[in-house]
């Protein structure tokens, strides 16, 4: 018995090593095959484009992370390398570039890292395999509308978050925040999102635009007609709320809209929410996709 038990051990081992061998080696040529298909790309203008180097630093049965350097010529011609994040799941990949060399900006997180990073996340109690592999699907998800990669202990693309204090520092505070998978802004091209934030206190949007290489307020004060269409194709609003404070809070019928929301949560439904701004600065409408799936679960770790 113990030899059989051995063997099926050593199968297993095999088992799990070649998988985890198939997977980076998937990686690494899906990885090429991307910067080659960059150089033939029409609509890229930059066909100077190379992969200086690749580096594995993680690799697991269904998740590899790549490290990349990517070089390019900027327009005055000079030589500019872009470290990158290349995250494969076996049957889907995207690639990650953080801003700058801040670990806390990137997917993968040494162990040493991580227990440090992991304190007050959703994935504190994870191991450090489920974590990372959090972390990468959340980021996928994000990037994908259908959301197809299952998140662990299903919490959907809900973040947990704390306040800071005056010197930036974390607080017991807690909040729960999740991203818009898709926006748009009528008629123009345009990298938008929407975030809900959900704390113990109420619930509250906020709607950003990039500008150059940072998000900002699309609008910081007024007030605007929200409007936000369930799976079902039933349309609630126009509701007005207030910016304040670069959040967006009802402003009028708050006791309406804030059930109306709860109760959307509830239910963990496909929303889309319209904007309409209308002032000195800006007069556009905007839409944004959101999946609510996980509330339920997610919401237990405001009460810890």
């Not at 998937?26 to 066909?47: G, L, T």
């Not at 005055?76 to 994040?85: F, M, P, R, V, Y």
């Amino acid at each position: 018995m113990s030899r059989v038990c051995l063997l099926l051990f050593v199968l297993f081992v095999f088992s799990s090593c070649t998988k985890k061998y198939q997977l980076l080696s998937k990686a690494k040529s899906d990885a090429k095959e991307m910067i080659e298909k960059k150089k033939m790309d029409p609509d890229n203008f930059n066909r100077d484009i190379r992969l200086e180097d690749m580096t594995p630093v993680y690799c697991s049965d269904s998740l590899c992370i790549l490290y990349l350097d990517i070089k390019h010529k900027n327009a005055l011609g000079i030589d500019i390398t872009q470290k990158a994040e290349f995250v494969h799941f076996g049957d889907g990949w995207f690639l990650h570039a953080p801003d700058g060399d801040k670990d806390e900006t990137t997917i993968y997180l040494p162990e040493e890292l991580f227990d440090k990073e992991k304190k007050g996340k959703i994935y504190e109690n994870f191991s450090y395999d489920d974590a990372i592999y959090y972390r990468a699907a959340l980021s996928y998800n994000k990037m994908t509308e259908d959301g197809r990669l299952e998140i662990p202990l299903r919490t959907g693309l809900w973040e947990l978050r704390s306040y800071k204090n005056d010197y930036n520092e974390d607080t017991n505070s807690k909040y729960l925040l999740l991203c818009s998978y898709d926006g748009v802004e009528k008629n123009k091209e345009s990298d938008v999102k929407a975030e809900l934030i959900v704390d113990k206190d109420g619930i509250c949007f906020r709607f950003l635009k990039k500008l150059l290489s940072d998000y900002s307020p699309i609008a910081d004060y007024g007030e605007h007609a929200v409007s936000i269409e369930n799976s079902n194709g039933e349309t609630y609003g126009p509701w007005y709320f207030r910016a304040t404070d670069n959040n967006f809070e009802p402003s009028k019928n708050k006791k309406v809209i804030i059930e109306s929301l709860q109760e959307m949560l509830r239910k963990g439904d496909n929303i889309t929410i319209m904007l309409r701004v209308d002032n000195f600065w800006i007069k556009s409408n905007f839409r944004f996709k959101m999946n609510l799936t996980g509330y339920e679960e997610v919401k237990k770790y405001l009460e810890v």
